[in-house]
């Protein structure tokens, strides 16, 4: 019998009685039968919108009907759903509150109990079709009103929990038909003016932006969304600065407890690194979902770069970095132990933006924040979450690169910093030291992120896909250097042989790699990069002797090009699938081989003249400055051109499959328990 059901236990007076059950799963169990319960009493709906809501009940009972027993009562449910709506209404708070409650619980059950159903069975369902314009209209005009009014904060919270709920009740998100109902009555001003104020900012501003990340991506491929139509034109610097100022604190946050962890580790106590749960240092199931949570707010950056122009200038904006480590951690509950950068910032930091300054104290902004948060994320790509979101930080960093304004401010001589990157620890490398990192433009630091990809990543599993990313994120950042004439005071020589050091991995791995990936395209992205310098370098490295250190390079590892281009040529002299991408290779190597071959006899002249065994680099450079003359290039076309950045139709299948995967933590991480009846009540009783 349903009423003999466990949840809503009171008390039991003795083995042989049953159960007394909580007023409210009385009045559940009486919806789920087929009479109206208002008709024995009329005041059923005032009465049970003041009853503490039993959500684990009342999804569990939804979750339980068959599909006999769902049509029984289908007018039931309408009504429900209906006075939830309408008490929304209500100027008695704790009413406005059970009805958000109960308004999740039907949402979700009816949603879990109907995973096979059509979107517009569910509608039918809960709302019924002929009033699912009016309901819908009213329940968004409510929740509109409940998040831009004067109201209370944990309504306002509460409100932003039910549409997380209502977006992610689906695991993917373009068949939830109820959003259209969201797209048609429009919450993206309230989202914006979340956003735009600082206390409200602080108390939701990571719940909106997470919100709209979601909301952006519905059927974003197959229809007009009106919340990228709006996002894209947001010019109000205010709004702009909190959407920059949430992310920034969201990945700040991740950054510290990324440090604090690894701090910890390298205290060299084992019960240290055993004690730590859900951390990224051990491999257990929460540990691998801890980057993988951040997500949502890395897609949230994306949108926003990739959408709108104006939100550029706000990664550029400075301000003291902040020591998160003593900020006053948040009143607010915090939810039960989480994984890593799963929770939003504490509520005293995000209120707070406008620190006292230090003149000691280093300055930051979400750019930099981004890169440190990248550098983290990058380090190791072997699991699927990790890898998802290196990629989508990649893809943000082609944005950048890509736009002229940012290009501008990454280069700018005037905005100097110090970019602590993360680096992956490897034997033969001592770490760096923080305080020895010199102030330079920004990206030196973006180049600095490419290169410690590129060295740290050639493995088996290689990760083709970020490599190319990588390339083609220096190859841009050249050509603005190029078209602007900006001479960048860099150690080009680390980004040389790292490219050099790539190509000989690909050439040691050729079968293995052959099996799974196009490496003449890598190779050719690479072999160009070297043309830009020997073409254009003379128009955008710092020095001549820059230059000459690039010949230099080339002629002592040439064994590296002669090699690759053996392997080109035979690969393009025999009929197969990988012809015509290796015989571009060759092509492209003209100018490199015709520099090996011109300098090398001229370097074993000098050598035998002087009768030197072994040249040192500053004669080395020597012969090549003297020899400039008789050496003969071919000028390439097109070095400088690239291919735009397009999500459609490239990326289309792994945004999809991202937004699904943060679709499914969020829900999973969605607590309407953290406003428990106490906290309201007590908020409440002191609103007169």
């Not at 490295?541 to 250190?549: A, G, R, V």
């Not at 390439?636 to 945004?655: H, I, M, N, V």
Request: net charge negative.
């Amino acid at each position: 019998m349903a009423q003999e059901r466990k949840a809503g236990l009171l008390r039991r007076t003795s083995s042989s009685k049953k159960p007394l059950k909580e007023k409210v799963v009385l009045m559940y169990d009486e919806i789920f039968m087929k009479d109206d319960p208002a008709k024995t009493n009329p005041r059923f709906w005032d009465e049970l919108f003041l009853m503490k809501v039993n959500l684990e009940y009342l999804e569990g009972k939804l979750t339980s009907l068959d599909g006999d027993e769902v049509v029984m009562i289908k007018e039931n449910i309408n009504s429900l759903f209906h006075h939830c709506v309408q008490a929304l209404e209500e100027e008695h708070q704790i009413k406005v509150v059970n009805a958000l409650q109960t308004l999740c619980a039907l949402f979700r059950g009816v949603h879990q109990k109907n995973k096979s159903a059509t979107g517009f069975d569910i509608i039918n369902m809960l709302v019924g079709f002929d009033k699912a314009d009016l309901r819908m209209k009213n329940l968004m005009e409510s929740l509109d009103c409940l998040l831009c009014g004067d109201g209370s904060e944990s309504l306002k919270s509460l409100c932003l929990k039910l549409l997380l709920c209502l977006v992610t009740v689906t695991d993917n998100i373009s068949q939830n038909t109820i959003l259209e109902y969201v797209m048609i009555n429009s919450i993206f001003e309230a989202i914006l003016q979340i956003l735009s104020d600082v206390s409200s900012r602080g108390q939701h501003g990571y719940d909106a932006v997470v919100l709209l990340a979601l909301l952006v991506n519905y059927r974003k491929y197959e229809s007009v969304n009106p919340y990228i139509v709006k996002l894209s034109i947001v010019d109000d610097e205010s709004t702009l600065d909190g959407m920059g100022m949430v992310v920034h604190q969201a990945l700040t946050e991740y950054n510290r407890q990324y440090k604090d962890k690894e701090e910890e580790d390298h205290g060299g106590f084992f019960s240290t690194l055993t004690n730590m749960v859900g951390s990224m240092f051990i491999a257990d199931a929460e540990e691998k979902l801890s980057v993988q949570t951040n997500e949502a707010i890395l897609l949230a950056l994306y949108e926003a770069v990739h959408l709108n122009r104006n939100f550029i200038t706000v990664l550029a904006q400075s301000h003291p970095e902040i020591d998160m480590a003593a900020t006053p951690a948040s009143t607010l509950p915090a939810t039960p132990t989480t994984p890593l950068g799963t929770t939003p910032p504490s509520l005293d930091m995000m209120q707070n933006p406008e620190l006292p300054l230090d003149p000691n104290l280093q300055t930051s902004n979400l750019l930099i924040t981004f890169l440190k948060y990248s550098s983290i994320v990058m380090q190791d790509t072997k699991d699927e979450h990790r890898l998802n979101s290196a990629r989508l930080c990649l893809i943000i960093l082609t944005c950048i690169a890509e736009d002229q304004y940012a290009d501008a401010f990454l280069h700018d001589d005037n905005m100097n910093f110090r970019v602590n990157l993360h680096r992956m620890p490897m034997r033969h490398r001592k770490k760096a030291a923080a305080k020895n990192i010199p102030s330079r433009p920004l990206v030196c630091a973006v180049l600095d992120l490419m290169v410690e990809f590129i060295v740290t990543h050639m493995m088996k599993e290689f990760p083709m896909d970020l490599y190319m990313r990588c390339v083609q994120i220096i190859h841009k950042l050249i050509c603005y250097q190029k078209k602007c004439r900006v001479r960048l005071h860099y150690t080009w020589r680390e980004l040389w042989s790292a490219l050099i050091n790539l190509l000989k991995f690909l050439l040691s791995n050729e079968t293995t790699l052959l099996a799974k990936h196009n490496i003449f395209h890598l190779a050719l992205q690479v072999v160009n990069l070297f043309n830009m310098f020997i073409t254009y370098g003379d128009t955008f490295l710092p020095t001549p002797s820059s230059y000459d250190e690039l010949y230099y390079e080339i002629v002592r590892m040439h064994q590296v090009f002669d090699n690759l281009y053996c392997m080109v040529l035979r690969v393009s002299t025999n009929v197969g699938q990988w012809k015509e991408p290796a015989s571009k290779v060759t092509h492209a190597l003209v100018n490199v081989r015709a520099i090996i071959n011109h300098f090398n006899p001229k370097i074993e002249s000098y050598a035998a003249v002087n009768h030197i065994s072994q040249l040192s680099e500053d004669q080395v450079l020597e012969v090549v400055r003297s020899n400039y003359d008789t050496l003969t290039l071919k000028l390439q076309d097109g070095l400088d051109q690239f291919e735009r950045y397009s999500e459609q139709p490239k990326e289309t299948a792994f945004f999809k499959e991202l937004v699904r995967s943060i679709s499914l933590n969020v829900r999973k991480n969605v607590s309407l328990n953290t406003l428990s009846q106490d906290v309201l009540l007590k908020e409440f009783s002191s609103i007169s």
